[in-house]
Protein backbone atom coordinates (compact mmCIF):
# COMPACT_ATOMS: atom_id res chain seq x y z
CA UNK A 1 0.00 0.00 0.00
CA UNK A 2 1.34 3.88 -1.40
CA UNK A 3 2.15 6.27 1.69
CA UNK A 4 -0.97 7.93 2.95
CA UNK A 5 -0.88 11.77 3.74
CA UNK A 6 -3.84 10.84 5.79
CA UNK A 7 -2.94 8.18 8.20
CA UNK A 8 -6.27 8.98 10.67
CA UNK A 9 -9.53 7.44 9.41
CA UNK A 10 -12.83 8.99 10.59
CA UNK A 11 -16.20 6.81 10.54
CA UNK A 12 -19.41 8.90 10.55
CA UNK A 13 -22.53 6.71 10.75
CA UNK A 14 -25.58 8.04 8.42
CA UNK A 15 -29.21 7.08 7.85
CA UNK A 16 -30.36 6.20 4.24
CA UNK A 17 -32.09 10.02 4.40
CA UNK A 18 -28.50 11.71 5.41
CA UNK A 19 -26.72 9.49 2.64
CA UNK A 20 -29.37 10.36 0.00
CA UNK A 21 -29.36 14.48 1.47
CA UNK A 22 -25.12 14.45 1.56
CA UNK A 23 -25.01 12.88 -2.09
CA UNK A 24 -27.29 15.46 -3.44
CA UNK A 25 -24.87 18.21 -1.77
CA UNK A 26 -22.24 16.55 -3.55
CA UNK A 27 -23.93 16.69 -6.89
CA UNK A 28 -24.89 20.55 -6.46
CA UNK A 29 -20.88 21.11 -6.15
CA UNK A 30 -20.01 19.37 -8.53
CA UNK A 31 -18.07 15.95 -6.95
CA UNK A 32 -18.10 12.67 -6.31
CA UNK A 33 -15.23 12.42 -3.83
CA UNK A 34 -17.29 11.79 -0.72
CA UNK A 35 -13.59 12.01 1.47
CA UNK A 36 -12.83 15.38 -0.31
CA UNK A 37 -16.71 16.73 0.20
CA UNK A 38 -16.01 15.22 3.56
CA UNK A 39 -13.08 16.71 4.81
CA UNK A 40 -14.07 20.54 3.12
CA UNK A 41 -17.28 20.65 4.79
CA UNK A 42 -15.74 19.07 8.29
CA UNK A 43 -12.67 21.83 8.03
CA UNK A 44 -14.64 24.79 6.68
CA UNK A 45 -18.19 24.03 7.77
CA UNK A 46 -19.73 26.25 10.60
CA UNK A 47 -21.31 25.41 14.04
CA UNK A 48 -24.85 26.84 15.00
CA UNK A 49 -25.07 26.99 18.60
CA UNK A 50 -28.12 28.00 20.21
CA UNK A 51 -29.10 29.02 23.56
CA UNK A 52 -32.53 27.59 24.43
CA UNK A 53 -32.13 28.65 27.87
CA UNK A 54 -34.77 31.38 27.73
CA UNK A 55 -36.89 28.47 26.04
CA UNK A 56 -36.22 26.08 29.31
CA UNK A 57 -37.55 29.21 31.55
CA UNK A 58 -40.34 30.06 29.40
CA UNK A 59 -41.34 26.21 29.89
CA UNK A 60 -41.11 26.29 33.80
CA UNK A 61 -43.33 29.24 33.47
CA UNK A 62 -46.05 27.10 31.65
CA UNK A 63 -45.85 24.29 33.90
CA UNK A 64 -46.33 27.01 36.87
CA UNK A 65 -49.30 28.01 34.80
CA UNK A 66 -50.63 24.68 34.00
CA UNK A 67 -50.27 24.02 38.30
CA UNK A 68 -51.94 26.86 38.47
CA UNK A 69 -55.21 25.88 36.42
CA UNK A 70 -55.16 22.31 37.81
CA UNK A 71 -55.30 23.57 41.55
CA UNK A 72 -58.31 25.90 40.42
CA UNK A 73 -60.09 23.09 38.76
CA UNK A 74 -59.88 21.16 41.92
CA UNK A 75 -60.97 23.79 44.07
CA UNK A 76 -63.90 24.11 41.40
CA UNK A 77 -64.83 20.73 41.64
CA UNK A 78 -64.86 20.64 45.12
CA UNK A 79 -66.68 23.60 45.97
CA UNK A 80 -68.58 24.23 42.68
CA UNK A 81 -67.56 27.81 42.74
CA UNK A 82 -64.77 29.76 40.88
CA UNK A 83 -63.38 32.83 42.31
CA UNK A 84 -63.40 35.99 39.43
CA UNK A 85 -60.17 36.74 40.38
CA UNK A 86 -58.43 33.15 39.66
CA UNK A 87 -59.97 33.99 36.47
CA UNK A 88 -58.12 36.85 36.17
CA UNK A 89 -54.75 35.88 37.64
CA UNK A 90 -54.94 32.67 35.27
CA UNK A 91 -55.42 35.74 32.49
CA UNK A 92 -53.00 37.65 33.54
CA UNK A 93 -50.03 34.68 34.20
CA UNK A 94 -51.11 33.30 30.54
CA UNK A 95 -51.08 36.82 28.91
CA UNK A 96 -47.68 37.05 30.77
CA UNK A 97 -46.21 33.72 29.38
CA UNK A 98 -47.39 34.56 25.84
CA UNK A 99 -46.11 38.04 25.59
CA UNK A 100 -42.47 36.60 26.89
CA UNK A 101 -42.70 33.35 24.65
CA UNK A 102 -43.72 35.91 21.31
CA UNK A 103 -41.13 38.23 22.38
CA UNK A 104 -38.03 35.16 22.46
CA UNK A 105 -39.56 33.71 19.08
CA UNK A 106 -39.03 37.04 17.28
CA UNK A 107 -35.87 37.41 18.42
CA UNK A 108 -34.73 33.91 17.93
CA UNK A 109 -36.13 34.45 14.03
CA UNK A 110 -34.14 37.39 13.53
CA UNK A 111 -30.64 35.60 15.13
Known amino acids: MANLEREIRLTVRVSEEEEKMIREKMLQIGTTNFSAYARKMLIDGYV???DFS???SL????ANLARNINQIALRVNETRNI???DVKDL???YA????AVSERLVKMIKE
Open 54 to 56: ELK
Open 48 to 50: IKR
Open 83 to 85: YAE
Open 96 to 99: NVKR
Open 59 to 62: TKEL
Open 91 to 93: QND
